[in-house]
């Protein structure tokens, strides 16, 4: 029995089945469309944390004499430790405590008080209300009415220039001066120490002058602080 041909759709179809296949074997791959990498994008700054800040009852006889907004153009930067003469010797008392410990220490104290106390670990307790007025610097030979024109800021540290100011301690300062000056309209130049302020010298010490007030001491960053004003 003679074979079949195959008929001629068959065979057309069979060539064309061939010359596919032989197609697919020489046509080199296409290499895939390379894939970016993913772009990180750098990380933003955290949104500045609200301030937290410990106060009085509002009912509290906070002392002070009343003011305006228009009367406040500075703010006074204080350490709560500073330098005394002990057996002729410069000794620096070490202010041990929190924020709330301060503040409560200068309500025990006819003579002295403050607006705000930053502790080290970024604590804020308030002492005084901003339009009431704070006896935090006691010489007017330098600038006038400081007291009454200032708004005053201690900061829990022995302020030698030996015990650093932590970080965190810092990030709140910053935080309560630029507020502080945005409040009052006031320009980074209006953040000063109280060094700057009193120039004072008490009796000599070992045979050497010292001065009353050092505070806040040679590592604090000033300028680095007054930046924050700056960005507000």
């Known amino acids: 029995m003679k074979p079949s041909r195959p008929s001629s759709r068959s065979r057309i ?8 296949l032989g197609g697919c074997a020489t046509v080199p791959a296409v290499p895939p469309e390379p894939v970016a990498p ?3 994008s750098p990380p933003k700054d955290p949104p500045p944390a609200k ?19 228009g009367d406040i153009d500075l703010i006074v930067i204080h350490s709560i430790g500073g330098p ?3 057996n002729d010797a410069v000794y620096f008392t070490p202010a041990n405590g929190s924020a709330v410990f301060w503040r409560d220490w200068f309500l025990g104290e006819g003579g002295k008080s403050i607006h705000y106390v930053v502790g080290r670990e970024g604590d804020i307790a308030q002492q005084r209300p901003e339009l009431r007025t704070a006896g935090h610097v006691s010489f007017g030979g330098i600038m006038t ?12 540290n ?7 100011f932590p970080e965190v301690q810092l990030g709140a300062l910053k935080a309560l001066v630029a507020e502080i000056a945005a409040r009052y309209d006031l320009p ?24 009353r007030n050092l505070d806040p001491g040679p590592l604090f960053p000033l300028e680095d602080v007054r930046a924050a004003i700056k960005a507000q």
């Not at 009415?145 to 829990?156: A, D, H, K, M």
């Open 13 to 20: 179809g069979a060539f064309l089945l061939a010359l596919w």
């Open 38 to 40: 993913d772009v990180v």
């Open 51 to 69: 301030l937290v800040i410990d106060r009085l009852p509002p009912d509290f006889l906070h002392g002070g004499e009343a003011r305006t907004t």
């Open 84 to 86: 005394t003469c002990r």
């Open 145 to 156: 009415e400081v007291n009454r024109r200032s708004i005053g800021i201690e900061l829990v």
């Open 158 to 164: 022995r302020g030698d220039g030996i015990e650093p």
């Open 188 to 211: 980074p130049e209006a953040l000063v120490t109280h060094a700057a302020l009193d120039d004072r010298m008490q009796a000599d010490c070992g045979g050497a002058p010292l001065r």
